[in-house]
């Protein structure tokens, strides 16, 4: 299963057989590491008040901020010391399998590209903005660490149970588009959201999504949009209270799951803590960054 469109079947040429290639760091261009530089200024004028405390932790221990596109030669070892993962390159979406093993493995996948200066504001697939910026300051989490491995070990065995529809919304309502409370207020930890401009701001402060407590098997039973901001986000307490919920075995939830139905993207149900009710005024004015 993949949400995604440009898969390949098998490692493109001059990758190896885990699909990783080289940085290379020394061929990106002028334009590339401005390109990093530009996008790195606009989301620290975005992301002080929003963003969680974990990640500016992260980012400030890893020293992204030299200039241009980081060298992972570089920033591997300080990763590294702090939690034992390490930043891979591949050529862009790897099968799911590929991905769970390096995730298993702490190795997190990395695009090598970064986006064209004509894609600023957005672009599907993951390039090394979104996954050096976006990922990789959480990594230097312990939590957050043991809850990415536990993830790539979950995956393989719900690959094999049929059940990774669930799973990757797991994923995608955590790691990528999650929140979590932090000083009274909603703060966001998900790479999805911290980098991109325009959703940092949408997934906090805009009245349109629901922001609701995350449960389990709640989340895992919700469809998701890849295309657009989310219609609903789920909060949780703590890292911690996400690791602690989801470091168990999950085959009785596979069980429960396989005969629940799955949930609407902007249902609010009455088990669920409502942070806030949303107007889900943009996504009935067509989404899509509508004005
Ligand atoms: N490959 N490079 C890369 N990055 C991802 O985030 C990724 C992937 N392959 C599969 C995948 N994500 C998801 O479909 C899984 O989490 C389910
Ligand atoms: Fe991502």
Known sequence: MSDFEHVFEAPPEGAAADWTIPQNWRAYTEVEHRTWDTLYARQMKILPGRAADVFFRGLEALDLNTGGIPDFAVMNPKLQAL???TVVCVPGLVPDEVFFDHLANRRFPSGQFIRRPDQL??????????????????LTDPDFADYMEAYGKGGQRAAALGMLPNLARLYWYTVEFGLMREADQLRIYGAGI???????????????????GFDLERVMRTLYRIDDFQQVYF??????QLKQQTLKDFGPIYDRLK?????????????????????????AKGGRFAA
Not at 195 to 209: H, N
Not at 235 to 240: H, K, R
């Open 235 to 240: 909060v949780i307490d703590s890292i911690e």
């Open 121 to 138: 504001d957005y672009l599907q697939e993951p390039d090394i903005f979104h996954d050096v910026f976006g990922h990789v300051p959480m």
């Open 259 to 283: 005969g629940a139905q799955d949930i609407a993207i902007d249902a609010i149900l009455p088990a669920d803590a409502v942070f806030s009710r949303g107007t889900q005024a943009y996504a």
């Open 194 to 212: 911290v980098s991109s401009a325009t959703e940092s701001v949408f997934s906090v402060e805009d009245p349109s999504p629901n922001r609701l």
């Open 83 to 85: 939690t034992g993962w």
